[in-house]
């Protein structure tokens, strides 16, 4: 081609009328025109193929940095969970949680997930009547035993509100509310509602909501501050720790957390 053009006379052609841009220049040029918008139709879709090729990679990218994160914090927290043995909590006669200590010694634990799925069983259905809080005496729930202790604890997830203000207005048992319950109950939950809206395990933010929490906060100033980062997710988020707060903090009063 190089060889050709090197030695291309434009008279001789023009004489000689074998090229398409000597025989018609008009439809060499129409000709011309349909060939460079072929061409760039498709390197436009080279270059999209190219763009959603990538897309696909950053995404795959993505998925493998939120899957390795979780894995490090699960690691982590095993590793942690290996050095530091627990320690027994020490608590001050508060009635019936003293009481049933050797009696929760042998009970078995209820996870956070359970307390989630008990919560959320609730909030779901619609259709039931929601009892009214009433003050019970911490005596109900001693000597009780797991069949009856169950039916407490489900009756105390009906009595709490799933509605912003009846939740926002609950007036919280804080004095029961410690850095224990907070590390040991509240703060697995948080950290997996926000992989849950975030998509990782956003650590900052995970602090912060817990910090609110020991600063005896209210819902209304979190949902606030969160909704810079969660938008209209906030208030939903916080909607749900709250509930789980409330659970834990009437639980443990009236004997019924373990």
Same mark, same amino acid.
């Given at each position: 081609?190089?060889?050709?053009l ?14 398409d ?11 011309r ?13 080279d ?8 897309? &696909? *990679? %950053?995404?795959?990218?993505?998925? !493998?940095?939120?899957? =390795? +994160?979780?894995?490090? #914090?699960?690691? /982590?927290?095993?590793?942690? &969970? *290996? %050095?530091?043995?627990?320690?027994? !909590?020490?608590?001050? =006669? +508060?009635?019936?949680? #003293?009481?049933n /200590? ?14 989630e799925?008990? +919560? ?18 911490y ?6 035993d797991d ?32 850095d224990?319950?907070i ?14 809206y975030?998509g ?5 933010l ?5 910090e609110h ?15 810079m ?30």
């Amino acid at each position: 081609m190089a060889l050709r053009l090197s030695e291309w006379n434009d008279d001789v052609e023009m004489d000689r009328r074998v090229e398409d841009y000597y025989i018609d220049r008009s439809l060499w040029i129409r000709n011309r025109a349909q060939f460079r918008s072929r061409e760039k139709e498709m390197d436009t879709r080279d270059r999209a193929a190219e763009e959603r090729l990538l897309d &696909s *990679e %950053k995404r795959a990218s993505e998925a !493998r940095t939120v899957d =390795s +994160l979780r894995e490090k #914090v699960t690691n /982590k927290d095993e590793q942690a &969970s *290996e %050095k530091e043995p627990q320690q027994p !909590r020490i608590k001050l =006669s +508060l009635g019936a949680s #003293v009481r049933n /200590k050797a009696t929760d010694l042998t009970r078995p634990r209820r996870t956070v997930a359970d307390i989630e799925g008990l +919560l959320e069983d609730e909030e779901e259905d619609s259709s039931k009547t929601r009892r009214v809080l009433v003050p019970i005496q911490y005596e109900d729930s001693v000597g009780a035993d797991d069949e009856s202790r169950e039916e407490l604890v489900k009756a105390l997830a009906q009595e709490i509100p799933s509605d912003k203000n009846g939740l926002w207005n609950w007036k919280v048992n804080w004095e029961f509310v410690d850095d224990a319950m907070i590390k040991e109950k509240l703060q697995p939950f948080v950290e997996k509602k926000i992989v849950e809206y975030l998509g990782v395990q956003e650590q900052e933010l995970i602090n912060f909501v817990l910090e609110h929490i020991k600063r005896r906060g209210s819902a209304t100033d979190l949902v606030k501050e969160l909704e810079m980062a969660l938008d209209e997710d906030a208030e939903v988020l916080v909607k749900k720790i709250w509930r789980m707060l409330i659970f834990f903090s009437e639980g443990e009063k009236r004997g019924l957390v373990t």
